[in-house]
């Protein structure tokens, strides 16, 4: 027969339940001090303890939303490879001025432009997706704009921008429907990988002959470029921030 069962465990298990709250123990030997039990409070650990300040709640919603600890990473980590990005990126606008300038739109229209659609996309791109990706605009589609539609003769500058803006939201509305990942399957790896990297040579290109490293070609030999003052302030200053930005 178990204490639970005795007319002793009746009358005590009362007792030392309301004992589990903080309660006493009743003492079953006469007249002894009767035993006082606390109840167990488990301290929270370091990893459950609850940021105070503003902004470490605001990095922890951050990390919880992105699942950033979850994937090895944190949030300085983030931040400084965004900012990298950035810094990478941010010649876009200025190359993108440069060349919408020929089609007849000006540098400040096009930098504002350009980075208020690129802040768009990578807010809504990052909360939607939850992945690192940045969006910018890209060069090949203007200087096809620019130089072979605008400054060709085929249309006028309103017409081009129309026509570019036709062409974003006919890729929206495709991005939402199975057609648009057929259509890129459907294009070879290699020619992928060269729209790239044309890409990414035409904005050096362009980027070297905004600070004078790459200039028109004026000796005997006609060439189509030549290589510029290596001395100017402007390239010392650009190369500066290259080093820092590959660091």
């Not at 123990?25 to 370091?46: C, E, F, N, Y």
């Not at 979850?70 to 300085?76: A, K, M, P, V």
């Not at 203007?142 to 921008?161: C, E, K, P, R, Y």
């Not at 294009?187 to 035409?202: E, H, R």
Request: glycine share 10%; with cysteine; net charge neutral.
């Amino acid at each position: 027969m178990t204490i639970a069962n005795s007319s002793l465990g009746q009358k005590l298990l009362p007792d030392m339940n309301q004992a589990k709250d903080g309660g006493e123990l009743p003492s079953i030997l006469g007249d002894r001090p009767s035993v006082r039990i606390k109840p167990v409070t488990k301290k929270p650990s370091a990893a459950q303890a609850q940021p105070t300040t503003f902004s470490g709640r605001a990095a922890s919603m951050l990390d919880h939303y992105f699942a950033l600890t979850l994937r090895g990473s944190d949030f300085s980590t983030e931040f400084r490879a965004g900012t990298t990005a950035f810094l990478a990126a941010a010649n876009n606008f200025i190359v993108n001025a440069q060349i919408m300038e020929h089609a007849g739109v000006k540098i400040v229209d096009s930098v504002v432009s350009g980075a208020f659609c690129a802040a768009v996309a990578c807010v809504f791109s990052g909360l939607l997706s939850n992945l690192p990706l940045g969006l910018v605009p890209s060069v090949g589609p203007n200087v096809f704009l620019a130089f072979s539609l605008v400054a060709g003769g085929m249309v006028d500058t309103d017409q081009a921008l129309a026509i570019s803006g036709a062409c974003g939201f006919s890729l929206m509305l495709l991005s939402l429907t199975p057609v648009l990942k057929i259509v890129l399957g459907l294009v070879p790896l290699c020619i992928k990988y060269g729209l790239l990297i044309g890409t990414g040579l035409l904005s050096a290109l362009i980027g070297l002959k905004s600070i004078g490293v790459v200039v028109p070609d004026t000796g005997p030999t006609q060439d189509i470029v030549a290589l510029g003052n290596l001395q100017d302030r402007r390239v010392a200053i650009t190369f500066t921030f290259l080093i820092i930005m590959a660091s």
